[in-house]
T-cell receptor, first 111, second 113 residues
Framework: GNSVTQMEGPVTLSEEAFLTINCTYTATGYPSLFWYVQYPGEGLQLLLKATKADDKGSNKGFEATYRKETTSFHLEKGSVQVSDSAVYFCALQTGANNLFFGTGTRLTVIP | KAGVTQTPRYLIKTRGQQVTLSCSPISGHRSVSWYQQTPGQGLQFLFEYFSETQRNKGNFPGRFSGRQFSNSRSEMNVSTLELGDSALYLC????????????FGQGTRLTVV
């Protein structure tokens, strides 16, 4: 079946620190992989995506590389800001068009 | 373009009642999916509609149902509400087909008392 295992949180970092949030997946077939972000009181926003092995998704300084050999899609950012404080969800999508989400990782960035 | 609109934003219902939530997708999007978000279970897929047909369904009891209208607007209904149905219900729309980006609404916060 399809599932996503995501690094447990919460994560607290100082501004300008390096961020890594781990994500591994199990899937039938060849899924697309996503990172979504949820700010307080809001729905989900797509942060970045990758649709095939070795693709790198990037947006707003965040990056993640689709690693088929390790079934991983870790999220990284070189220098976090207070405004990056949110909950981050790793997700996969198969041809059936529904998303399977990880449990979410709450990130708090302190000045 | 307007985003995905969900109404109402907040609801309080009593156990045993039923509730209907509404979702208006982005103009031109024909696929609408529903998700339930709870602290314990996280984000779980409920069902997906495409051109008025349920195309995919998650593992939820029959008390959860939905439909889609010819203008792609969708509703979901929960009957005989239970305390455990308290959650944020999120709707997502996408153009069509696999691997198209899903755009989420802000959700409806349902509290069952």
């Amino acid at each position: 079946g399809n599932s996503v295992t995501q690094m447990e949180g919460p994560v607290t970092l100082s501004e300008e620190a390096f961020l890594t949030i781990n994500c591994t997946y199990t899937a039938t077939g060849y899924p697309s992989l996503f990172w979504y972000v949820q700010y307080p009181g809001e729905g989900l926003q797509l942060l970045l995506k990758a649709t095939k092995a070795d693709d790198k998704g990037s947006n707003k300084g965040f990056e993640a590389t689709y690693r088929k050999e390790t079934t991983s899609f870790h999220l990284e950012k070189g220098s976090v800001q207070v405004s990056d404080s949110a909950v981050y969800f790793c997700a996969l999508q198969t041809g059936a068009n529904n998303l399977f989400f990880g449990t979410g990782t709450r990130l708090t960035v302190i000045p | 373009k307007a985003g995905v609109t969900q109404t109402p934003r907040y609801l309080i219902k009593t156990r045993g009642q039923q509730v209907t939530l509404s979702c208006s997708p982005i103009s031109g999007h024909r696929s609408v999916s529903w998700y339930q978000q709870t602290p314990g279970q996280g984000l779980q897929f409920l069902f997906e509609y495409f051109s008025e047909t349920q195309r995919n369904k998650g593992n939820f009891p029959g008390r959860f149902s939905g439909r889609q209208f010819s203008n792609s607007r969708s509703e979901m209904n929960v009957s005989t509400l239970e305390l455990g149905d308290s959650a944020l219900y999120l709707c997502a729309s996408s153009e069509m087909g696999p691997n198209t980006e899903a755009f989420f609404g802000q959700g409806t916060r349902l509290t069952v008392v």
